[in-house]
């Protein structure tokens, strides 16, 4: 199986911790989380990652093949009013309610909102929209002020063998595409 993670890793890491031999059962992880470089809960981590930081470790040094869409890439799909037009365009519910909610985001919030959780399951139907790069990648526990922070070694500075293909680029228009035909099919 494949599993889209899009949120904090507390219930997978109890799971491999529980019954590890369902590992060799996952064929990759993607997971909506962490970051190559900024945090969005503390300057370095990412919320899901800070949520539980233990939990990803475990998840992190399981073994099992992990695709992480961090903010690095997952920053990059801009939702714009020219987005939302074309979401209301489809003409179901699907569309309406996707182009609703992002639109009560961005008007409560009053900042840039993006689809961050999309981007696994989009990767999961369209890899090639996606540019990875496979690191070695370890959550930070040390409690300090990195706490949490998934630390990538983009430049191999460790030597050691990547345990995660990080995204770092996707192809924004083709992006959209994918979801809003996706969409379509919906009532």
Same mark, same amino acid.
């Given at each position: ?8 890793? *507390?219930? +997978? ?5 529980? %019954? ?7 064929q ?13 809960? *503390?300057?370095?981590? %990412?919320?899901?990652?800070?949520? $539980?930081? @233990? ?17 690095? +890439?997952?920053?990059?799909?801009v939702? !714009? ?5 074309r979401? =209301? ?17 961005? !008007?409560? #919030?009053?900042?840039?909102v ?5 981007? *696994? ?19 930070? +526990?040390? #409690?300090?002020?990195?706490?949490? =922070?998934?630390?990538?070694? +983009?430049?191999?500075?460790? #030597?050691?063998?990547?345990?995660? @293909?990080?995204?770092?680029?996707? !192809?924004? $228009?083709?992006?959209? &595409?994918?979801? @809003? ?5 919906? &009532?």
């Open positions: 199986i494949v599993v889209c993670a899009t949120g904090p890793l *507390t219930n +997978l890491a109890m799971a491999l911790r529980l %019954e590890p031999r369902i590992a060799q059962k996952i990759k992880i993607v997971l909506m989380g962490g970051s190559a470089g900024f945090g969005n809960t *503390t300057p370095a981590a %990412e919320f899901n990652i800070y949520a $539980d930081p @233990e939990a990803a470790a475990v998840v992190y040094s399981s073994g099992v093949p992990i695709v992480m869409m961090g903010l690095d +890439l997952t920053e990059q799909t939702v !714009d009013d020219s987005t939302l037009k979401l =209301r365009g489809l003409g179901n519910r699907a569309g309406s309610l996707c182009a609703d909610i992002l639109q009560e985001q961005i !008007d409560q #919030h009053a900042y840039q993006h689809v961050h959780d999309v981007t *696994t399951v989009m990767y999961v139907s369209e890899p090639q929209l996606f540019s990875l790069k496979p690191v070695y990648a370890e959550i930070d +526990l040390s #409690h300090g002020p990195c706490y949490g =922070r998934t630390v990538c070694d +983009l430049n191999n500075r460790y #030597h050691k063998a990547a345990n995660v @293909e990080i995204g770092l680029q996707l !192809d924004c $228009d083709r992006f959209w &595409a994918g979801v @809003e035909e996706r969409l379509s099919h919906l &009532a």
